[in-house]
């Protein structure tokens, strides 16, 4: 690995985050909030555009990445985000303890939205913005965002651009990748403009628009408030939220195509009907089970049911409801739901529908051939007829997943105090969701659960993040030989 190519691309990430902490700290200041958290983000924001800049001038020459060095440049850049990012919560006094504001961090920057905080609207707004912000930023790839200024330092980016976003189905919408990453993220910001407005328009103030924009568009889930969306009370803001989920839980190559002329994308995309389908039925399920239930009339039944069932498939985590509440059936069906996610290309975690499409479609041909042991199929998505290395690596990533969160669990049944805990707090970190069931449900916190636990999932949510492969390839020798 070429290190100092890669450090020296690193040093632009940590620049670019320290001023963002500066822009937080003025955010505080505006706010009036106490002199201590506006201190903390104008350290934090220092250390990183202070050590970025020294790490820059250091490495100062010629950069050439290959396929390794980009995964490199994804390591280091994740352990520089979650180190800086750290420090506004522990300078501030926000968060005492150094694990559990690195758990913090990281369910920020890998959209997960678990956290260890409570009573959010104690806290400075400033912390507060930083705490939306690291969302916003995970959402579409902090690296990505980087890959789009590459062009200027003379290298190419696809490298890095492969590594954090390794998912099955990310298009290159031009040929050129630093455009694409250009494309995608004036897209992603557009959007937020719109839902902000939006929000605005239906009575929410700047910030807090801004914030649960943050946290709708990157499917985090982060809220300002406590009790989460369920704060405001506003059917508008739920309808808003729920379509911008939705929204965002799809490809964003097919609302760039979209936007280019072509709406009819959407329909004949397999994966984005699945998607669409999974979202109705399952929405419609849980309005129609808590109604049955007697715990909703029928409008507010839909109106939860379609926000709950769409932040879960989503993988964003916001709750209007406390659906620990909810009967049996609607809890086990979120659950379900934390382990399917969004579209490929999208800013949701979870295993993907793409993959789960792939995976039905190789059961059905198995059962097919049960009947005619001679027959060739090959598996299509849409028209595509997919290649049996791809169709192979799908299922390895299903299996693996699985094993992952077997395995995870197993190991916090010992940190905490019931199944149900311990493997909703792993799918809803190795998904990216973050609110789980049980002692780790949407109106409660991950403050409880020890630090090894805490770390544990921070491993999960890094995972998560990154799809499984960039992270677990850390951890075989062969990668770091020369």
């Not at 961090?105 to 507060?128: M, N, Y």
């Not at 072509?262 to 979202?279: C, H, I, K, M, Q």
Request: one cysteine or more; glycine letters at 12%.
């Amino acid at each position: 690995m070429k290190f100092r190519s890669v450090l020296h691309l690193v040093s632009y990430l940590m620049i670019a985050i320290g001023l963002a902490i500066w822009f937080c700290a003025g955010v505080s200041w505006h706010y009036h909030d106490p002199s201590d958290s506006i201190y903390a983000l104008f350290l934090g924001g220092a250390i990183g555009v202070l050590l970025g800049g020294g790490t820059l001038m250091l490495t100062r020459g010629e950069i050439s990445l290959s396929r390794r060095d980009g995964f490199g440049v994804v390591t280091f850049g994740w352990l520089a985000l979650t180190l800086i990012g750290s420090v506004p919560y522990i300078a501030s006094g926000v968060i005492t303890n150094p694990v559990s504001a690195m758990f913090e961090t990281v369910s920020g920057f890998t959209t997960t939205g678990a956290s260890v905080l409570g009573d959010l609207e104690a806290l400075p707004r400033g912390i507060l913005f930083w705490r939306a912000l690291t969302q916003w930023f995970g959402g579409m790839g902090v690296l990505v965002l980087c890959v789009a200024i590459l062009p200027f330092l003379g290298v190419g980016g696809m490298q890095v651009y492969r590594a954090e976003m390794p998912g099955p189905s990310k298009d290159r919408l031009t040929p050129r990748i630093a455009t694409t990453a250009k494309l995608l993220w004036g897209l992603y910001a557009l959007m937020s403009l719109v839902q902000a407005v939006l929000l605005m328009v239906g009575g929410m103030d700047w910030f807090d628009a801004c914030c649960h924009t943050f946290a709708t568009m990157s499917t985090g889930g982060f809220s300002t408030r406590t009790a989460s969306v369920a704060a405001f009370d506003s059917a508008f803001a739920d309808v808003v939220i729920t379509v911008f989920m939705f929204l965002a839980g799809a490809s964003f190559s097919l609302h760039f195509r979209a936007l280019r002329g072509a709406p009819g994308v959407f329909w004949r995309d397999p994966e984005f009907r699945f998607y669409t389908g999974l979202w109705v039925l399952s929405s419609l399920f849980l309005s129609g089970n808590i109604w049955m239930h007697g715990i909703e009339p029928v409008g507010g039944a839909l109106r939860h049911g379609f926000f709950q069932g769409t932040s879960i498939l989503t993988t964003t985590g916001f709750a209007t409801r406390d659906y620990n509440l909810w009967p049996q059936a609607s809890r086990l069906l979120l659950v379900l739901l934390m382990f399917s996610g969004g579209c490929g290309g999208s800013t949701a975690g979870g295993i993907k529908v793409v993959r789960f499409v792939v995976v039905f479609k190789h059961i059905a041909r198995e059962l097919g051939r049960v009947m005619r042991p001679q027959s060739v199929a090959r598996i299509k998505l849409g028209r595509e007829v997919l290649d049996e290395s791809v169709v192979a690596n799908i299922l390895t990533f299903v299996m693996l997943f699985s094993a992952i969160f077997a395995s995870m669990s197993f190991l916090m049944t010992f940190y905490t105090p019931d199944l149900e805990t311990a493997t909703s707090a792993v799918v809803a970190s190795l998904g990216n969701i973050g609110p789980g069931i049980a002692s780790v449900g949407p109106m409660e916190t991950y403050a409880f659960i020890p630090d090894p636990g805490k770390l544990i999932l921070i491993v999960c949510m890094l995972l998560g993040r990154l799809e499984l492969y960039t992270v677990l390839l850390l951890f075989l020798p062969s990668f770091w030989r020369r």
